[in-house]
C-alpha cells in the first residue's frame, strides 16, 4: 500500500486521471501486487541507508584520521609508531594493528577499536540499502530509455608519444 493513505480502489481510480495530476512515484508498493495501469514497478536501492551509512562511515574515518595524523607529524614514522600509520586504512585499519597483543597503544586503542566498529556499521548500512531495494511505482511517461554506454579504445601515436585512449559515451 501507499504512504500517501490512499486505498487500493482510490489508486486504481488515479490511474484514469489525467497524467498531470497522478504522483511521480508511489512508494511502499507491495511487491506482490500488480502495478496499475499507467505505472511500472521498479526496484529502488535504499538511498536513506545509503547515504546514512557513507556519512556514519567518512565522517568517522575523518575524525579518526584528524586523531591519528598529528601524532604521526609530531612523532615522525618509524618502527615504533608503525602501528598507528596501520590505523589510517579504512574500516578494519584500527582492527590490524599489531599493538593490541602487547599492550602498545594505550589511549588510543579503545578510540580506535569504536572507530573500527563505527565504521563497519557504516559500511553494513551501505551494503543493506544496496542489498534490500523498495519496490515503487513509477510513471510510465517519465521513464525515459536508457541510453546505450559504449566504451572504444584507440591507438595514440603522435611526435614522441605512443599509447592509447580510451574513449566513452554515455
Known amino acids: 500500500m501507499a504512504n500517501d493513505g490512499t486505498s487500493q480502489a482510490k489508486k486504481q481510480g488515479m490511474a484514469a486521471a489525467s497524467p498531470k495530476c497522478r ?22 536501492p535504499l ?11 567518512g565522517i568517522t574515518y575523518g575524525l579518526t584520521a584528524s586523531v591519528v595524523l598529528p601524532v604521526l607529524v609530531e612523532q615522525g ?6 602501528d598507528l600509520v596501520t590505523a589510517l586504512i579504512p574500516v578494519v585499519g584500527p582492527l590490524i594493528r599489531p ?24 559500511v553494513g548500512m551501505i551494503l543493506g540499502g544496496i542489498s ?11 521513464d525515459a530509455p536508457e541510453a546505450p554506454v559504449s566504451l572504444s579504445w584507440a591507438p595514440v ?14
Request: cysteine-free.
Open 23 to 44: 504522483p511521480l512515484v508511489i512508494y511502499n508498493w507491495d511487491a506482490n501486487q500488480s502495478a496499475i495501469p499507467g505505472y511500472k514497478l521498479k526496484e529502488q
Open 47 to 57: 538511498d536513506g541507508l545509503i547515504y546514512g551509512g557513507a556519512w556514519l562511515a
Open 77 to 82: 614514522v618509524d618502527d615504533e609508531n608503525w
Open 99 to 122: 599493538d593490541y597483543t602487547d599492550g602498545g597503544a594505550g589511549f588510543y586503542t579503545p578510540l580506535l577499536l569504536a572507530s573500527s566498529v563505527v565504521q563497519l556499521t557504516g
Open 132 to 142: 534490500f531495494p523498495n519496490t515503487v511505482l513509477v510513471r510510465s511517461d517519465l
Open 157 to 170: 601515436l603522435l611526435p614522441g608519444v605512443a599509447g592509447a585512449s580510451l574513449r566513452g559515451a554515455f
